[in-house]
């Protein structure tokens, strides 16, 4: 008799008996002396030792505009109304918001921000960043991916396949909301294994109250019997799979059979906000407006962070302002400043910013002339000039670094590119970017691929 044919018969009789634990245990016997494979979501030990063990990445998707936030231009302001782009006909926009100086280190922040200035000492920005395209989809698939072109596995993936997670029941990579118009592609494994692709919460056409993972309770059988079951079909996967080559989506089946069980044990509970103290819920702003959305999605980043989920990705849209600029950003600022001030104190004063690594950025910036007439401008793509700032997880707080020319249209000094801030990730958390690759259709993959310098200024 083959082994398939007594997998099989053994299969329709354990069915025939409620999935009984006598086929099982026969089925499984004769796998015991096999080796499996080791989970990839075990704790690795990282190249040298990092400062930061997670990251939280605050993704504001559309671009936010840096001279209007995070890098004050006189000059452009100066100059508002005069032609800055004669080809197009479109003058220069000052600012209509202020600047000032915040904390001991000064740093210069909008006035639209004025919880997040609070935080001013454990800022870093970097003004000088710069990307590929100056299109959404590539853009952003460059930001995720270092890619702009082709699918790559996203930065949270890496960072999975290089440490692993300190929480074998929950996904190590989770995005929150992420834009269904732009599919998986940011949070995609590509051809690294499949526990390491990032498990969406929700999307961005459902509220955060609603927003959870797919198929976490099962209505249909008891834990009991779920358990029986996926040992049984576990075991019969196991079982080809010592008779067949080696087969990377079969293993990567059976490691996400067994997450997806330990998950609806242990996710539910995340998702249930009534037992966070009514501090925490009003310090981060739920239950008002316009704060409560992006206050949950915040809280979830700082319970599964603290669970030891490795990389959490919060996404927030909203942030294309080719429309008014006096107007859309006001709002969008206001939605996420008080959250994400709330999540900066939230982890200091649990003792977790400094091994967390929070990012902010969008996957271009602004251009500092107008489109459109008064206070009905808004600003267009720009990818030779951006900021993002980073908080904690060794990062040099209260600095900024790079500089962008008079009228924050170009970076002039101290560039750096995407892949330069991915190698500062993963540098961070004890990775070395050179290192860490992947095979894959005869060559060494990584995040950087042949470029990326680390941005050792910023490193505390």
Same mark, same amino acid.
């Given at each position: ?8 018969r053994? +299969? ?20 015991? &002396?096999?080796?499996t ?19 939280i ?14 890098d ?5 302001k ?5 032609? !800055? ?13 202020? +600047? ?17 200035a ?26 995720? *991916? ?12 890496w960072?999975?396949?290089?440490? !692993?997670s ?11 909301r992420?834009m269904r118009? /732009? ?5 995609s ?9 990032? *498990?969406?919460? !929700?999307?961005?056409?459902?509220s ?5 993972i797919?198929? $976490? @309770?099962?209505?249909?059988? @008891?834990?009991?019997?779920?358990? *029986?079951? /996926?040992?049984?079909v576990?075991? /019969?996967?196991?079982? +080809?799979?010592t ?17 997806? +069980? ?6 539910p ?6 037992n966070?103290?009514?501090?925490? $819920? ?22 599964? %962070? ?12 909203? #942030? =294309?302002?080719?429309?008014s ?10 939605q ?30 602004r251009?500092?002339? &107008?489109?459109?007439? &008064?206070?009905? %401008?808004?600003? =267009?793509?720009n ?5 993002? #700032?980073m ?8 600095? *900024?670094?790079? /500089? ?5 249209? %170009? %970076?002039?000094q ?14 961070l958390?004890? $990775? ?13 993959f ?15």
């Open positions: 008799m083959n082994t398939f044919a007594f997998s099989r053994e +299969f329709l009789r354990s069915s025939a008996l409620g999935f009984g634990s006598l086929a099982l245990a026969g089925l499984c016997a004769r796998q015991a &002396g096999a080796m494979a080791a989970s990839p979501l075990a704790p690795r030990m990282p190249h040298f030792n990092g400062r930061a063990k997670r990251v990445f605050l993704y504001m998707w559309g671009g936010p505009s840096q001279m209007d936030l995070f004050p231009k006189p000059r452009l100066q100059d508002h109304g005069k032609i !800055g782009d004669e080809k197009r006909k479109r003058v220069y926009k000052g600012s209509p918001f202020n +600047f000032a100086k915040h904390g001991q280190s000064g740093l210069e922040i909008s006035e639209l921000l004025p919880n997040l609070l935080h001013a000492d454990d800022l870093c920005f970097i003004r000088s960043m710069q990307t590929d395209s100056a299109n959404h989809s590539n853009a952003s698939l460059c930001l995720h *991916t270092g890619s702009a072109n082709f699918v790559r596995p996203s930065v949270g993936s960072v999975v396949y290089g440490l !692993g300190e929480n074998e029941s929950l996904p190590g990579f989770i995005t929150i992420p118009s /732009l599919g998986s592609r940011l949070h494994n590509a051809f690294l294994p499949a526990v390491c692709q990032g *498990t969406p919460v !929700g999307h961005d056409g459902i955060a109250k609603q927003a959870t797919r198929y $976490l @309770s099962n209505t249909d059988q @008891s834990i009991t019997q779920q358990r *029986t079951q /996926l040992e049984l576990q075991c /019969l996967n196991r079982d +080809f799979q008779r067949t080559a080696a087969n990377p989506e079969m293993e990567g089946l059976i490691q996400s059979f067994e997450l997806a +069980f330990r998950m609806q044990a242990e996710a509970r995340f998702f249930d906000l009534s966070e103290p009514e501090s925490i $819920l009003k310090m981060y702003g739920v239950g008002k407006e316009p704060t409560d959305e992006y206050a949950r999605q915040c809280i979830l980043a700082r319970r599964f %962070a603290e669970a030891g989920v490795r990389f959490i990705q919060i996404n927030q849209s909203g #942030w =294309d302002h080719h429309g600029i006096d107007s859309g950003l006001p709002r969008s600022c206001a996420v400043d008080q959250p994400i001030s709330a999540l900066l104190q939230d982890l200091k004063n649990r003792g977790m910013l400094e091994d967390t690594l929070v990012l902010f950025g969008g996957e271009f910036g251009t500092a002339t &107008g489109e459109g007439e &008064g206070d009905k %401008a808004g600003r =267009d793509h990818a030779d000039a951006f900021t993002v #700032w908080a904690g997880g060794g990062t040099k707080g209260g600095c *900024t670094h790079g /500089l962008t020319d008079d009228y924050g249209a %170009a %970076a002039v101290d560039r750096v590119h995407v892949h330069d801030l991915h190698a500062t990730i993963l540098h958390l004890g $990775l070395n970017h050179e290192k860490l690759t992947c095979r894959y259709a005869g060559r060494d990584r995040l950087t691929d042949v470029y990326g310098n680390v941005v050792k200024e910023v490193l505390a």
